[in-house]
């Protein structure tokens, strides 16, 4: 079985974000950018199915700026087989929406026919949590979101989820979508070795117009702004003057 | 304009604060009819929130557990008369409005915090620390709204409620089984006060101090990510960008460093304690009172003294 994990180059989760002044967006020049976390752990679980030989082949692919190859790398040193980059923005502040990621990715699936597909819940950068669910409607298949545990045996998926409540756990017939939560597993480190040898695994490179896909937003960004700010307040210096301060505003 | 709000159904039964403070982001879009997949008693319920126009309900055995692909065809079957299709931000919306969206081939706005206009939304983005400002171009608007961020709409109304058509069940995917855990504590994402616990606890057993304070306070039980992932806390406790977001009168973090994935899910609160021994934890720069302080000295000291 052949599964194929989509991966996203955003800002690294550690960096802090500065909004440009003129509120034309977030300043992404010379920030250093990682594979977004959750794809790591997408691409942890396809490999771990591999190594316990219920798939035979890990294929990536990212889509963006060019830059995205560095991406790519990194999943093929942590263990999956290909890659497939789609080039479909030049400026690396422009970000391809969901809905055209979607419609990218199913070009790419219909023509190397996965069986399953694991991406990320959300993206950490747009905060979207939307790409899985839209590749699944586009494709028709059925989906398996914010996923904690996954088991298959023959042509089912079996996935456990993180839901408001507590876990929910659902069967979907393959092929499938599945989006990894955090807990799904903990994602593997590349190795120096690995990195060297991921050099050589193969690398396709294409565009969003060879694919037929318009990336052209639907929705417009007209400004980014700075979050309201919260100052910090007091320090108390005791459990009594806590329990006054709070008697004092009414909150307990 | 015409707004199909999708309501939070959960075991059979209504959320009714979500679906209210949803009801308030859409009523500033048009007339909100409401669409409860799932019994009529449920139904009933999103009939008393004021301001709807009509409750649409559709009972049947397809719907009970959530799937996203038969709530999708549901709500895509009745897409066609609506201009806004929106439910809370809710884990079950987040999963079935966007296969709404891209069936429809729109784009879904997710988590939107404001809204301009009809075509014009807030929303915050990388982890809370832009806030970006969105115009959509598509006709049909699906829209998730951060329940955190609207109050809820008063329940004094009285709509009448309609049945709609059923659509096939899909056969994509069946439910398996729930675990949900029962709590006699407020929810999470309503509550007034939340008392939420970190990696500083040190254990489950310990957060027993947490469950102990919160009980005391009548407060909901919150945890980081990193209080979740060592099994101190269950899952639907983290709070955080990819947990919930809250924003109760009172949010004391206690043993949590205030790490932005941690703040993105709670620097909307009234009012911020936070309890760490190290006086240097970034959680003190959004507190507007902070105690420095062992946990295990402060938590029982506090639970005594309130
Ligand atoms: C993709 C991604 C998504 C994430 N999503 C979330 C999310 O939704 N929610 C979330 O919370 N995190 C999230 N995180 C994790 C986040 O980055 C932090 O790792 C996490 O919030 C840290 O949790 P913590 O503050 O409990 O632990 P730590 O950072 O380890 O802090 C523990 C704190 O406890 C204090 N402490 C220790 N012992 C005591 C004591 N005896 N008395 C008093 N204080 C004590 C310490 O001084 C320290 O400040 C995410 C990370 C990633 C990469
Ligand atoms: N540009 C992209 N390239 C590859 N994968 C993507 C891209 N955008 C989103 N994804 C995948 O979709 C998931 C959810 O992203 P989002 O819907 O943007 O929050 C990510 O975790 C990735 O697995």
Redesign the interface.
């Known amino acids: 079985m052949k599964v194929l994990v989509p991966v996203k180059r955003v800002i690294d989760y550690n960096v802090k974000v500065r909004v440009k002044a003129d509120g034309s967006g977030v300043d992404l020049a010379n920030v250093k950018m990682s594979m977004n976390p959750f794809d790591e752990i997408a691409v942890e679980e396809a490999i771990r199915l591999k190594e316990k030989g219920v798939a035979d082949e890990v294929v990536v692919v990212s889509i963006g700026v060019k830059q995205a190859q560095d991406t790519l790398r990194t999943a093929l040193a942590m263990g999956a087989d290909r890659a497939i980059l789609v080039v479909a923005a030049e400026d690396i502040h422009d970000d391809i929406e969901p809905l055209a990621v979607a419609k990218i990715l199913k070009a790419v699936i219909d023509e190397e026919q996965p069986k399953l597909v694991i991406a990320g819940k959300q993206a950490i950068d747009n905060d979207m949590n939307a790409t899985g669910q839209m590749l699944a409607a586009l494709l028709g298949w059925g989906q398996a979101t914010f996923a904690s545990e996954v088991a298959i045996e023959g042509d089912t998926v079996t996935v456990t989820r993180e839901v408001d409540g507590g876990l929910q756990t659902i069967a979907v017939g393959l092929p499938a979508i599945i989006t990894a939560d955090l807990r799904l597993n903990e994602p593997r480190y590349a190795s120096l070795p690995n990195i060297m040898k991921a050099k050589k695994k193969p690398l396709d490179t294409k565009t969003a117009a060879d694919l037929g896909v318009d990336v052209t937003p639907r929705l417009t960004v007209v400004s980014t702004a700075e979050p309201a700010g919260r100052s910090a307040g007091i320090k108390v210096g005791s459990v009594d003057e806590l329990v006054a301060k709070l008697k004092e505003g009414g909150l307990v | 304009m015409a707004v199909l709000l999708l309501a939070e159904v959960?075991?059979g039964e209504l959320a009714l604060d979500a679906t209210a403070k949803a009801a308030t982001a859409a009523a500033k879009l048009g007339d909100v009819t409401i669409l409860v997949a799932g019994p009529k008693a449920a139904a009933d319920v999103a009939a008393t929130i004021s301001g709807v126009a009509k409750v649409l309900v559709a009972e049947d055995a397809a719907y009970a557990?959530?799937?996203?692909?038969n709530l999708?065809d549901l709500v895509v079957s009745l897409a066609g008369d609506y201009s806004h299709i929106v439910a809370p931000a809710?884990?079950?919306a987040?999963?079935?409005?966007?296969?709404?969206?891209?069936?429809l081939?729109?784009?879904?706005?997710?988590?939107a915090s404001g809204v301009v206009d009809g075509d014009?939304f807030e929303?915050?983005?990388?982890?809370?620390?832009?806030?970006?400002?969105?115009?959509?171009?598509?006709a049909t608007k699906v829209i998730t709204f951060r329940t955190s961020t609207f109050d809820a709409a008063a329940c004094s109304g009285s709509a009448p409620v309609e049945a709609a058509t059923a659509t096939a069940d899909?056969?994509?995917?069946?439910?398996?089984?729930?675990?949900?855990?029962e709590s006699d504590r407020p929810e999470l994402?309503s509550a007034k006060?939340v008392v939420s616990g970190g990696r500083g606890v040190g254990s489950e057993e310990n957060f027993a101090l947490i469950e102990k304070l919160a009980d005391k306070?009548g407060a909901a039980v919150g945890a980081s990510?990193a209080a979740?992932?060592s099994g101190f806390a269950?899952?639907?406790w983290q709070v955080g960008?990819?947990g919930?977001v809250v924003a109760p009168?009172?949010y004391i973090a206690v043993g949590i460093s205030g790490a932005?994935?941690h703040l993105a899910g709670m620097?909307d609160s009234k009012?911020?304690?936070a309890i760490n021994k190290d006086?240097e934890a970034p959680i003190?720069?959004?507190?507007?009172?902070?105690?420095?302080?062992d946990l295990f000295e402060?938590l029982p000291?506090?639970t005594d003294?309130?």
Do not use: C, H, W
């Open positions: 959960s075991a557990n959530g799937l996203a692909e999708a809710t884990a079950s987040k999963n079935v409005l966007p296969r709404v969206a891209a069936l081939d729109v784009m879904v706005i997710s988590d014009t929303r915050p983005v990388y982890a809370g620390n832009a806030v970006q400002t969105v115009k959509s171009s598509d899909s056969g994509l995917s069946s439910f398996v089984a729930d675990k949900v855990a994402t006060v306070l990510r979740v992932d269950p899952n639907d960008q990819t919930k009168e009172l932005i994935q620097k009012v911020i304690v006086e003190f720069q959004v507190a507007d009172f902070g105690l420095v302080a402060a000291e506090l003294k309130l």
